[in-house]
């Protein structure tokens, strides 16, 4: 039986303006759709796209749109040295991180230095013991190893007595980031971080690994592996970076390389996590659904050393005993991620919806998990999250936020009462001591209702047209295909459509939580599925529906249908 009333929380549709009058790309001899123009010129309008060059390139790009390396600041030092310790035998050090951006930006610069004929060594702290960032530890690690150069990997701007202690030993430093720069600077070799140049393109921590391996295969005039590209995909995906420009490049050809790659840890990974009705070229939503956590996983709950094996591995059977351990560690951090979640639920009683500041104690638990609560909970109930363990006098956070909340900017007059933070405006991680936790809390709970006073916490679906549902036929699926790879800045086309009619309509999943029905307009049925919606209200007549065009392969065939976001009785 299905449910005529909700205990969803409710969702405004917002449906972009369309464009000016007299708009229009002709899109011949770009793209061989040409049904559909308008809904197609409103769905390029919506993305910047205004003339018929740009959709060309949008929509066939060329790896010749890659940027010169050399365009980033310090790239030129960066590679000399890197280059020039390869072929020197020099020990070179890999410093990176343990979430997806900074191990395949690891993977990328150890395979660089690798392929080139040299010595790399990469270190991976562990996220309990050594948390982010580049430690004493490691460059005494470093030292006992004979390492002369170290190459940091998705983190080091801040790093200033870490680089200096390292020289002091007669270690150079090469830096590689992403993250802000506050601050002092490290006296390093090079410091490759687009934040020192605001003209730079806004990459990922692997993404800059990416563009040092361009540099150095050049200036050794080599080239350069095929699934390099690959692994910088993976760590822009994995973090959530804007899919435009050389991001845009780097993930559309390094899908396309995975989907034909002989690396064994990759083809590995990509057979134990590819569901059934993922079949065909990887996608974004592969990636981040079903790859990342997987990769994510061992460092979520403590040790990314596997994670980085698999990434580097060139043996068969090594790879497909590791893509198991991943798996194995993403089904316990899935059971964690649950037993944290209602841990959170019954210190809020309920009462989310009405906090400024949702903040909620997990001690026991891995902080690992901490970040992905963070997250659902702020998604939850729309409003920005703190999830924290206290352990040995202090305690250890990490908090998600919504639109209006800058949480990186909100630590940073605390900073002196902190032991250490870090992030971005919406996710950051901080340490304080206990004694400090108290006033750390409220004063953030104070700035939240400051800032946010106003703000509408009721989740938005954004959506680029209204369309009849009888117009979708299966040449928009394609076009919509040929915008891909799809992700922030490049969002998937939604669209919506009024006055449908159920024909069949069911419940799926073993509580009944997802939504499946095959929908009619116009004589034109198609069929559609809601992931949890299976509590959706949908009175007894005609349907409003907002929703993605999906492609799924099951049993060798691929089924056209619609990804529910939302739906309701029609004119409700």
């Known amino acids: 039986m299905i449910n005529t009333s909700s205990s969803r929380?409710?969702?405004?549709?917002?449906?972009?303006?369309?464009?000016?009058?007299?708009?229009?790309?002709?899109?011949?001899?770009?793209?061989?759709v040409l049904a559909h123009?308008?809904?197609?010129?409103?769905?390029?309008?919506?993305?910047?796209?205004?003339?018929?060059?740009?959709?060309?390139?949008?929509?066939?790009?060329?790896?010749?749109?890659?940027?010169?390396?050399?365009?980033?600041?310090?790239?030129?030092?960066?590679?000399?040295?890197?280059?020039?310790?390869?072929?020197?035998?020099?020990?070179?050090?890999?410093?990176?991180?343990?979430?997806?951006?900074?191990?395949?930006?690891?993977?990328i610069i150890t395979r660089t230095v690798e392929?080139?004929?040299?010595?790399?060594?990469?270190?991976?702290?562990?996220?309990?013991?050594?948390?982010?960032?580049?430690?004493?530890?490691?460059?005494?690690?470093?030292?006992?190893?004979?390492?002369?150069?170290?190459?940091?990997?998705?983190?080091?701007?801040t790093a200033v007595e870490e680089v200096a202690a390292a020289s002091d030993l007669g270690i150079d430093t090469v830096i590689t980031d992403h993250h802000l720069l506050d601050g002092e600077l490290p006296g390093a070799v090079a410091l490759v971080n687009p934040q020192s140049d605001v003209l730079a393109a806004p990459l990922t921590g692997s993404g800059v690994a990416f563009k040092l391996a361009q540099a150095v295969f050049a200036l050794a005039d080599e080239d350069m592996p095929f699934d390099l590209v690959t692994l910088a995909a993976l760590g822009t995906i994995g973090d959530s970076a804007p899919l435009t420009g050389e991001n845009r490049l780097i993930t559309r050809f390094g899908l396309e390389e995975l989907g034909r790659t002989q690396h064994p840890g990759l083809q590995a990974l990509m057979d134990i996590a590819r569901p059934p009705s993922a079949g065909g070229r990887p996608t974004t939503e592969l990636i981040s659904f079903y790859v990342s956590p997987r990769l994510n996983a061992p460092g979520r709950l403590g040790d990314a050393e596997p994670s980085l094996r698999l990434l580097t591995t060139s043996d068969r059977e090594e790879a497909s005993i590791l893509a198991a351990r991943l798996d194995a560690a993403n089904n316990e951090r899935r059971k964690l991620s649950e037993e944290v979640w209602k841990l959170a639920q019954s210190q809020l009683n309920g009462d989310g919806?009405?906090?400024?500041?949702?903040?909620?104690?997990?001690?026991?638990?891995?902080?690992?998990?901490?970040?992905?609560?963070?997250?659902?909970?702020?998604?939850?109930?729309?409003?920005?999250?703190?999830?924290?363990?206290?352990?040995?006098?202090?305690?250890?956070?990490?908090?998600?936020?919504?639109?209006?909340?800058?949480?990186?900017?909100?630590?940073?007059?605390?900073?002196?009462?902190?032991?250490?933070?870090?992030?971005?405006?919406?996710?950051?991680?901080?340490?304080?001591?206990?004694?400090?936790?108290?006033?750390?809390?409220?004063?953030?709970?104070?700035?939240?209702?400051?800032?946010?006073?106003?703000?509408?916490?009721?989740?938005v679906i954004d959506?680029?047209?209204?369309?009849?549902?009888?117009?979708?036929?299966?040449?928009?699926?394609?076009?919509?295909?040929?915008?891909?790879?799809?992700?922030?800045?490049?969002?998937?086309?939604?669209?919506?459509?009024?006055?449908?009619?159920?024909?069949?309509?069911?419940?799926?999943?073993?509580?009944?939580?997802?939504?499946?029905?095959?929908?009619?307009?116009?004589?034109?049925?198609?069929?559609?599925?809601?992931?949890?919606?299976?509590?959706?209200?949908?009175?007894?007549?005609?349907l409003d529906i907002v929703y993605e065009l999906r492609s799924e392969t099951w049993r060798g065939r691929v089924r056209k249908e619609l990804g529910l976001l939302d739906v309701r009785p029609s004119g409700s």
């Open 9 to 32: 929380n409710s969702k405004k549709w917002k449906v972009a303006a369309p464009p000016p009058d007299g708009f229009h790309i002709d899109l011949g001899g770009v793209s061989p």
């Open 463 to 542: 959506a680029d047209a209204e369309t009849k549902l009888g117009e979708m036929g299966a040449s928009m699926w394609d076009f919509v295909s040929a915008m891909e790879p799809f992700g922030k800045g490049n969002a998937k086309p939604v669209f919506v459509s009024r006055g449908v009619r159920p024909v069949e309509v069911k419940t799926i999943g073993s509580t009944g939580k997802h939504l499946r029905m095959t929908l009619e307009d116009d004589g034109r049925r198609v069929g559609a599925i809601g992931f949890n919606l299976g509590d959706a209200r949908l009175g007894n007549g005609l």
């Open 115 to 157: 392929q080139l004929g040299g010595s790399a060594l990469p270190f991976i702290p562990h996220r309990e013991e050594d948390g982010h960032g580049l430690s004493m530890l490691a460059v005494k690690a470093f030292n006992e190893a004979g390492v002369g150069l170290i190459v940091t990997v998705d983190t080091g701007s």
């Open 353 to 459: 919806a009405e906090q400024n500041l949702l903040a909620v104690r997990c001690d026991g638990y891995p902080a690992g998990v901490l970040g992905p609560l963070a997250g659902r909970l702020s998604e939850q109930y729309g409003a920005p999250a703190v999830a924290y363990t206290v352990k040995d006098g202090r305690a250890r956070a990490s908090m998600r936020s919504v639109p209006g909340f800058d949480v990186h900017a909100a630590l940073t007059p605390m900073s002196e009462n902190l032991v250490r933070f870090g992030g971005h405006a919406a996710a950051a991680g901080f340490t304080v001591e206990t004694g400090y936790l108290d006033a750390v809390l409220a004063e953030l709970d104070r700035t939240a209702a400051w800032s946010l006073m106003g703000h509408d916490p009721e989740p």
């Open 37 to 107: 123009t308008p809904v197609i010129n409103r769905l390029l309008y919506n993305r910047g796209i205004r003339s018929r060059s740009v959709a060309k390139t949008y929509l066939n790009p060329s790896p010749d749109g890659y940027t010169d390396p050399y365009a980033l600041p310090d790239m030129e030092p960066a590679a000399g040295r890197l280059l020039r310790a390869i072929r020197k035998r020099e020990h070179v050090g890999v410093f990176g991180d343990f979430d997806v951006d900074g191990l395949t930006g690891t993977a």
